[in-house]
């Protein structure tokens, strides 16, 4: 028997198959709740599916921004990000972590360049992407939490 736990939007964005415990970081990112006025924000954690465990994020009446979903590929890099529209799907796209990370996440290294008053942006170098591991392309310092240095 099926059961509807979280009631449907009519506009806005689901981010589904979040990974399990992530959604709070995510809204984080999303600047939830200073930047959502009267819509309806759902947050699901550790739901079953087909594939085990996840979390969604449901917004109303919102489209998420370039930035935004290139920092939740960050901490959920298997996520899927569903324009809703009229109840409807209307575009479905999933998360892609780049070869190349910049201005998006800090560099733990507090002698690193990135972090002294020198005008240049952070940049990581994906490592890997499963687990995804990057490293500051100034210093070679893995980040150990990349939610923690988020920008």
């Not at 591991?133 to 939490?145: A, G, M, N, V």
Request: proline share 6%; aromatic share 2%.
């Amino acid at each position: 028997m099926k059961e509807l736990k979280i009631q449907p939007i009519k506009n806005g964005t689901v981010i589904d198959h979040i990974t399990p415990g992530n959604a709070l970081k995510v809204l984080k990112i999303l600047k939830i709740p200073e930047n959502v006025s009267d819509s309806i924000v759902s947050a699901v954690m550790n739901v079953e599916s087909k594939r085990g465990r996840k979390d969604i994020v449901k917004i109303e009446n919102r489209e998420l921004k370039a930035s935004e979903v290139d920092k939740i590929a960050l901490i959920a890099p298997n996520a899927t990000i569903n324009i809703i529209r009229d109840y409807e799907v209307a575009e479905k796209h999933h998360v892609v972590v780049p070869d190349e990370i910049v201005g998006i996440v800090k560099c733990a290294n507090p002698n690193c360049i990135s972090n002294s008053k020198e005008p240049i942006q952070p940049r990581f170098i994906v490592k890997s992407r499963e687990p995804l591991r990057i490293k500051c392309f100034y210093c070679e310092r893995e980040l150990e939490d990349i939610s923690s240095g988020l920008m």
